[in-house]
């Protein structure tokens, strides 16, 4: 999910103004989970919500070392496709790696409850980022044209035309279907960060990745996690453990 473009869900109508959501269900996955596992899942239950079936969801997981490839990857950009094993994924974006220490938080929200206004959606999803990382005194920041949550690196040398370094934190990368959204965002608490070097991440060059731990902040996935729910809340409403069975 390598950033905040967005491929468009199937219907297009909009909906009128609706009741205030139940609570969000919150479930985090120990563990590795397998990518297509994960895709598998988010699209069921994406399907469950839409007929009425099941709550909102927000799941959180790390994967295995994986490349994926959004709706508008470009092959040139995966610069060593024999490293890991690349995923085609109908998200929004180009190439982005995940892999252990990087938590990815998969977001299946009904827009329909929620209004249909894609653009103020993903803008909540960057504020729920931003809104973590402020947690731990980071100031996360959204430059236009630059897709991705961006940290700013005075503390490193400027690019070679002089401009400031700034290093990318975390992606946002969304898909609906019937207004309901899945995939979702990823930040990294301490990823190897040698594992990008085999893609052109989101098609940007030039600058740089970082994370929690990169950055001196002795960040744990359990940290991040109540943070993330915090600032959610603060932001979609209340959320409620999943059962074991969710």
């Given at each position: 999910m390598d950033d905040h473009q967005t491929a468009l869900p199937q219907d297009a109508a909009t909906s009128a103004t609706a009741p205030v959501p139940a609570p969000v269900a919150w479930d985090i996955t120990e563990g590795l989970t397998g990518y297509e596992d994960a895709v598998a899942r988010m699209e069921q239950r994406a399907a469950e919500i839409a007929e009425g079936r099941a709550p909102e969801?927000?799941?959180?997981?790390?994967?295995?070392?994986?490349?994926t490839a959004g709706t508008s990857a470009r092959d040139?950009?995966?610069?060593?496709?024999?490293?890991?094993?690349?995923?085609?994924?109908?998200?929004?974006?180009?190439?982005?790696?995940?892999?252990?220490?990087?938590?990815?938080?998969?977001?299946?929200?009904?827009?329909n409850r929620r209004g249909r206004d894609i653009r103020?959606?993903?803008?909540?999803?960057?504020?729920?980022?931003?809104?973590?990382?402020?947690?731990?005194?980071?100031?996360?920041?959204?430059?236009?044209?630059?897709?991705?949550?961006?940290?700013?690196?005075?503390?490193?040398?400027?690019?070679?035309?002089?401009?400031?370094?700034?290093?990318?934190?975390?992606?946002?990368?969304?898909?609906?279907?019937?207004?309901?959204?899945?995939?979702?965002?990823?930040?990294?608490?301490?990823p190897d960060l040698d594992h990008f070097g085999g893609i052109v991440p989101c098609g940007i060059s030039g600058h740089g990745v970082t994370s929690l731990v990169d950055l001196g902040l002795p960040v744990t996935l359990g940290d991040l996690d109540a943070a993330l729910r915090r600032s959610f809340e603060a932001r979609f409403g209340a959320t409620k453990d999943a059962p074991e069975t969710d």
């Open positions: 969801l927000v799941w959180l997981v790390e994967h295995p070392p994986l490349y040139e950009d995966l610069t060593q496709p024999d490293r890991f094993p690349v995923h085609i994924s109908k998200r929004g974006g180009q190439y982005t790696y995940h892999g252990p220490g990087q938590r990815v938080a998969y977001v299946m929200l009904d827009l103020a959606f993903v803008e909540a999803l960057e504020g729920w980022v931003i809104d973590t990382l402020a947690e731990f005194n980071l100031r996360g920041e959204i430059r236009q044209g630059r897709v991705g949550v961006w940290i700013a690196r005075p503390d490193l040398p400027p690019l070679p035309d002089g401009t400031p370094r700034e290093d990318k934190i975390a992606a946002i990368g969304i898909r609906l279907r019937k207004w309901v959204s899945f995939h979702g965002i990823s930040i990294n608490v301490e």
